[in-house]
């Protein structure tokens, strides 16, 4: 089954309000075996509503959301234009608007002039109730398509799918289409080489999908063929392939991954940071119970803090400089003292524009990790964007802390 | 002029991977007075691609926009739908080609089997270099309509778009019919009351919108008259009606107003976090040039660090807690002293889920400031989101930061 979802709405083509509408339904779908195969946004306007409805009805989506424009104001276009495309006339649900005014009068609102049409909905189609909102919503079955026509307001949409749509029109199934395997530290091309045997061999079984970020690939294992299990299978087989590369098979960020090997072995860790300018404390405090692991950090932005409170000699900065090897071991040393953790990790480099030499360019980092004793710290170049650079290198940092604990626990995934 | 977006791939319909490029692009046009009047996301399917592109050619937009599956995998299969649409042959791009390869024997990368189709573009079309990845992009001129094909990974399509695309194909309007005026502290409604003068006496020159988002509201002045500068005038009223609460008529961030007054006045800034976690020292850090002003850092998550690094009281923690005005204050004041900065700022709060009472709920926060010798420090209740609550609380410490320095330095704005 397959679906369309048509968002209407100026403010959705201005860039400043997010449709997070067609985001909420697509991924909520899923769970029911629909795939969203058509996302569209258009103008509060007539026209283009009808000729954008026509156009989805002709690809023959099962299933066909609309959302916005229902509401009380003169912008709000949508249920016209669809009594004009539709060619019905319209039912005034008196009950309803008899609640609307009450729910006015308990507040001393004066009921504003249109609130009729909150109430009016078009001929043959069903009613849907708005449990947080004024507009009721519809559906129509047209074509061969079922047609939802929803409000705009996020709650509002989310209450009537939640409280109606989805329990009455869909049916959960019990054995999920879709897998996805989140990878870091290699790119997409070198990924797909590594298993293009078993994206070959499987091929009428799943469609594999790469979703690169700068941070990591994606990948999206979806079954198209009717052997039930057989995206499971295949992902198995590309876990044991990629091994240490996936770090989730659900849907989880890095540092919660590491944050929940973290607590699970009763580790602490705390952080020395330098070019990443606390993004790198940020990201493991993202993650909700993180103070079970995290104790803080040293931003040591100015050689001066690196000198004075993470006690780096003037003669290595002098000697090696503040972006080296030794550096870098000696800031993640230095945390763990400070702090008492079990582990510390650091990050001095030249995320840009400025500050780069001949011999250490923009892009370059080191990254320090100390644990049980022992120190290293790696060397890498990356992308010359400062944001990029500095995100790259906080996720770099997340990774090589999880191959330790791989390497170090085997009671982590 | 209008545009239309049609953004590539299978990831954008499932919820879990947002459009953010049709955003970005939508949002920029704006300044060049081009309006998004239609944006579509579809799977990486050529028919569906080619039947797109069709209807947005036919629909006659001014300038069509395609992001997505220009990358080297299998499921990248923008470049070979539009061969098909267009009905031309290819071109290879062979010093394009080398370059890719000299990379990746400078990184010790074996180059990918499929790399050839980065450095390939449809013939008659004009390749738009890439200045973050390896695809080339393509701009072609058809039936009326300037198409632009770009990679669907963000910032790739954000260097094209701001190093070749927007520079050479549009003209930025020399006095722009927008101009938006960002604020911070005050909500839409008290804004919209404040000004409800302004925005009747004008009503027939220009359109006032107010975009809210949770860390501040955007005024959008759009000149609707052919009085040409009628925005810059309703501009400067609304800026004096508001005075402080305005921080920026440029399209800067916070972070980097205060950071350009920090810079004009050479005084540097250092910061002690709690439960804001880094995030504060990473927006402070996001400016380029950051290391002119700001020094360091200390991220006092655990409650020990609050103790042997920032030096609070165990009498102080005791009696008033982590999260309060005093240790707010002490916090602000020692890390001005382990940094010798001219400015300290501290959070403390409870960002959630849990760690929440009765006395201290989820949504506390205070923020504490140190200058020349005096310190405060103020309370706030946030959101119980936990991001939400992170992000408010960095956004309010930035602007106590940025009104101390309007108090206390004429020069800035």
Known sequence: MNACIITIGDELLQGFTRDTNSEWISKHLLDYDV?????????DDRPKIIQTLKRAISDQYDFIFITGGLGPTHDDVTRNALKLFFEVSTVFDQDHHEKLVEWCHQRNIIP??????????????????????????????????????????????VGMMQETILPKFFLKSDFSRFITLKTVGKGESKISEEISDIIHDFETDVKIAFLPQYTGVNIRIKRISKRVGIAHTVANLIQKRLKGLIYTNEDHALEEVVGKMLRLNKLTLSVAESCTGGWLSKRLTDAPGSSDYFLGSVIAYHNNIKKSVLEIPDTILEQYGAVSEQTAKLMAESICKITGSSIGISTTGISGPTGGTLKKPVGLVFIGLAYDGQVFASK???LKNRTLHREMSCTTALNMLRLLLLENFSNTF
Chains 1, 2 share one sequence.
């Open 380 to 382: 890498f170049n990356f």
């Open 35 to 43: 795939h969203t195969e058509y996302k569209v946004t258009i103008p």
């Open 112 to 157: 504003p002039l249109n609130l009729e049409s909150q109430s009016t909905i078009l001929s043959g189609s069903t009613s849907i109730p708005n449990p947080v909102g004024s507009a009721l919503g519809m559906s129509i079955k047209y074509d061969g398509s079922q047609i939802f026509i929803l409000p705009g307001v996020p709650a509002e949409m």
